[in-house]
C-alpha cells in the first residue's frame, strides 16, 4: 500500500545542516493501522507530511497504491491528495468562518460533484461520527471532540483509502481522546481504511496494529 | 465553489464590511469624476465651429445708447477705414453674445408642449468668412443682402436634432419665436468657448449699421504685429470719437475661457490619481494581510487536493465579489442621477462614466489582488499548517 525507502529529510540553512528523517524505510499495507512515536522533534510529523506529500523529501522513494508519487508535479499530487488521502490535525485546521457541513465538504469542492452530492456525502460523513445534529454549527460552538470529529469527518467524506492522523487526542482530554481513537479503529475496521497515526500516548499507540519509534530522525 | 465563496464572504462580513464601504466610496467618486472628465473631454472633442488665430474682436461701448442715425453713419465709417488697412483681410460685426464674451441670448419656443431653449446670435453677412466658418449644408446670408435675406438663419447641428427631431428641408420656415427661413447649417458653433457644450444655436442677420452692434470681428494677415493695434485703436478713436472700447486677441480670450475648466479638470484628476493610488495600496495591504493571516486554511486546502490555481482563483473570486457586491450597491446610487435626469447631462455620458467606473474598480481590486494571492498560492502546505 504504501512503501518508503530510503527517505531522508535534511534542512538547510547558510550555516547549519538539520537532518529529519534519516534512511527511513517502510512498509504499511492495506487496512493497517500504524502508529508512530517518538520524542518532540525526532521527525514524526515530518514523516507523516512527506507520507502524505504535503512535504518532498531531499532523496528517496515513495510509493503508494503502487505507484511513485514521489515524482509527481504539483497538480497529480493535489489529484491524489485529494482522492487518496484524508489528513486529521492535532489542532483541528477547521475554517472558522464556515459551517460544520460546509467545513467536512472542503475536499469535495476539488472534486467535479453537484451541491446535491456534495451535501449527501457530507451528510454521511457527520453521521458516522455523530455529528448529524450539528451540521448547522460553526466550530466555535463546538467542543474540542467535536471539532475533531468534524475533522475525521472531513477526513474521510472524499472516501480516501489512506487516513495520516497527526497527534488527533493531542488536543483532547482523556475521554474525548478515546471517543476519537474509537472512531479511528472503527474506520479502520469497518472501512479497511489504512490509518497512520503520530501519537505520544502509549495507550493509543498500543491499540493499533503496529508501532513505529523514531528517534533523532532514524526508525529504532 | 461559487457558493462556497459567498458564504466566506458573507460569514466573514464583519471584516469585509470596511473593505466594501472603501470600494463603494471609491467607485461612486470615481463614477462622478470620470462622468464629469468624459463630459468635458466630449465636449473639447467638438470643435468650436471657427477660428480664432490671427482674429481680433472689438468690443464697443453702449452704441444702443446713441442715435441710430449717427451710429449707421459712424459704423459705416469705421467700416470703410478698417478695410483700407492692408493687414486686415475681413471685417465683420455681431450683437452681444460675440465669442468668449459670456454673453447669453436665448429664445424659448414650445414643440407640442416641450420647451425648446435656443441660444441666438447676430452676425453680419461676412462673418462666416471672417471666422473662417465652415458649412455643413446651405449657404450664409448673401452679399448684397434683400429684405427677404434678412429674414434667413444659420443652425448648428444640434438645433436641428434636438428642436427639429432631425428633420428639416433647407429654404423652409422655421419656428423660432418668429418665422425665419432656415438657409444653412453648420456642424458646431460654440461661441462661448471649448468646454460649452453644442447646445441648439440660430444666428441670424444684424446689418452693420444696427446700433445692436456689440463687436468688431477682424480676420488679420498671418504674422500682422502687435504694434498694429496702435494703429486700430487711432481709428476706432478717431470714428468712435471715444477710447471706450476694448481689442481682445481671439485666441487669448479662447485659452481664458478654458482656462478655469483646466484648471478644474487638472485639480480632479491630480486628486482621482492621489485616491486610486491610496485605495490600490490600502486594497493591496489589506488582502496581503488577510492572505498571510489565512496561511493556515491555505495549506489545509492545499492538503485536501486544492490546486495553486484554485488557491488563486479562490481568493480573485473572493475579493472580486466583493468588489462586484460594492459595485452592484453603488449602482444603484449611480444610476438614479441619469434615469431621474437629478443633473442636466446627457444620460449618455453619465452611463459611460459608470461603466467605465465598474471595469475600473472591479480591474483595480483584481490587479490589486493577484499578487497576493500568487504568493498565498505558493505557500507551502508542510509550513502553513504548523500555524495557528
Not at chain 1, 451540521?135 to 487516513?163: C, D, N, T, W, Y
Not at chain 2, 478698417?82 to 453674445?97: D, R
Not at chain 2, 444653412?184 to 461661441?191: A, D
Not at chain 2, 494677415?221 to 502687435?226: A, E, F, H, L, V
Amino acid at each position: 500500500m504504501i512503501t518508503l525507502q530510503n527517505i531522508n529529510k535534511l534542512y538547510r540553512t547558510d550555516t547549519i545542516e538539520t537532518t529529519a528523517l534519516n534512511n527511513i524505510n517502510l512498509q504499511v499495507d492495506e487496512g493497517e493501522f500504524l502508529s508512530i512515536m517518538g520524542p518532540s522533534g525526532c521527525g514524526k510529523s515530518t514523516l507523516l507530511n512527506i507520507i502524505g506529500l504535503l512535504d518532498e523529501p531531499s532523496n528517496g522513494k515513495i510509493e503508494i497504491k503502487g505507484q511513485t508519487v514521489s515524482n509527481y508535479h504539483t497538480k497529480e499530487t493535489a489529484k491524489f491528495r485529494n482522492e487518496h488521502l484524508g489528513f486529521i490535525f492535532q489542532s483541528f485546521h477547521l475554517i472558522p468562518e464556515l459551517s460544520v457541513m460546509d467545513n467536512v465538504q472542503l475536499p469535495l469542492l476539488y472534486r467535479n460533484l453537484s451541491q446535491k452530492e456534495r451535501n449527501q456525502m457530507a451528510s454521511v460523513a457527520l453521521e458516522s461520527v455523530g455529528l448529524n445534529n450539528r451540521m448547522e454549527h460553526f466550530p466555535s460552538q463546538l467542543s474540542g471532540g467535536q471539532k475533531q470529529r468534524v475533522a475525521i469527518a472531513r477526513a474521510i467524506v472524499g472516501k480516501p483509502s489512506i487516513i495520516l492522523a497527526d497527534e488527533p487526542t493531542g488536543n483532547l482530554d482523556s475521554v474525548m481522546g478515546n471517543e476519537i481513537m474509537n472512531i479511528l479503529l472503527q474506520l479502520n475496521q469497518e472501512n479497511k481504511t489504512t490509518i497512520i497515526m503520530v501519537t505520544h500516548d502509549e495507550n493509543m499507540a498500543h491499540k493499533t496494529h503496529r508501532l513505529m519509534r523514531l528517534y533523532d530522525g532514524r526508525q529504532l | 465553489m461559487l457558493r462556497h465563496i459567498i458564504k466566506l464572504i458573507w460569514n466573514n462580513k464583519k471584516n469585509n464590511f470596511l473593505l466594501f464601504v472603501e470600494m463603494f466610496v471609491s467607485f461612486i467618486i470615481l463614477c462622478a469624476v470620470s462622468s464629469f472628465m468624459y463630459f468635458n473631454l466630449q465636449k473639447i472633442s467638438q470643435p468650436l465651429g471657427f477660428e480664432t488665430t490671427d482674429r481680433l474682436s472689438i468690443l464697443l461701448d453702449d452704441l444702443y445708447s446713441k442715435d441710430s442715425l449717427l451710429v449707421a453713419d459712424m459704423m459705416t465709417q469705421l467700416d470703410i477705414q478698417l478695410k483700407q488697412e492692408p493687414e486686415i483681410e475681413e471685417v465683420s460685426y455681431t450683437n452681444g453674445p460675440f465669442p468668449f464674451s459670456g454673453n447669453q441670448w436665448t429664445t424659448s419656443t414650445e414643440n407640442n408642449g416641450i420647451p425648446n431653449h435656443t441660444l441666438t446670435c447676430e452676425t453680419t453677412e461676412d462673418y462666416h468668412s471672417t471666422m473662417d466658418i465652415s458649412l455643413k449644408e446651405g449657404r450664409w446670408f448673401r452679399k448684397p443682402l434683400t429684405n427677404e435675406d434678412k429674414d434667413e438663419v444659420v443652425v448648428n447641428q444640434a438645433f436641428i436634432d434636438k428642436n427639429l427631431g432631425g428633420k428639416y428641408t433647407l429654404d423652409s420656415f422655421i419656428n423660432i419665436g418668429e418665422e425665419k427661413k432656415l438657409v444653412g447649417i453648420v456642424e458646431t458653433y460654440k461661441y462661448n468657448g471649448e468646454f460649452v457644450p453644442n447646445d441648439p444655436t440660430v444666428i441670424s442677420y444684424i446689418p452693420k449699421t444696427d446700433r445692436n452692434i456689440m463687436n468688431v470681428v477682424l480676420k488679420m494677415k498671418p504674422g500682422t504685429s502687435i504694434a498694429f493695434q496702435e494703429k486700430l485703436i487711432k481709428i476706432i478713436t478717431d470714428v468712435t470719437k471715444s477710447t471706450s472700447f476694448v481689442i481682445n486677441n481671439l485666441d487669448d480670450e479662447r485659452k481664458k475661457s478654458s482656462h478655469d475648466t483646466w484648471v478644474i479638470l487638472s485639480v480632479l484628476l491630480a486628486c482621482s490619481v492621489f485616491l486610486f493610488i491610496n485605495v490600490a495600496m490600502g486594497l493591496f495591504g489589506v488582502l496581503w494581510y488577510n492572505i498571510n493571516k489565512r496561511r493556515s486554511e491555505i495549506s489545509l486546502r492545499k492538503a485536501m487536493g486544492a490546486t495553486n490555481i484554485n488557491i488563486i482563483t479562490q481568493f480573485l473570486t473572493e475579493i472580486g465579489g466583493l468588489a462586484l457586491l460594492a459595485v452592484i450597491f453603488g449602482l444603484i446610487f449611480a444610476i438614479q442621477v441619469p434615469l431621474f435626469k437629478i443633473i442636466d447631462v446627457d444620460s449618455q455620458i453619465m452611463y459611460t462614466g459608470i461603466g467605465f467606473s465598474v471595469i475600473f474598480v472591479l480591474g483595480l481590486v483584481l490587479v490589486c489582488a493577484f499578487y497576493p494571492a500568487w504568493k498565498g498560492a505558493q505557500i507551502h502546505p508542510a509550513t502553513g499548517l504548523k500555524e495557528e
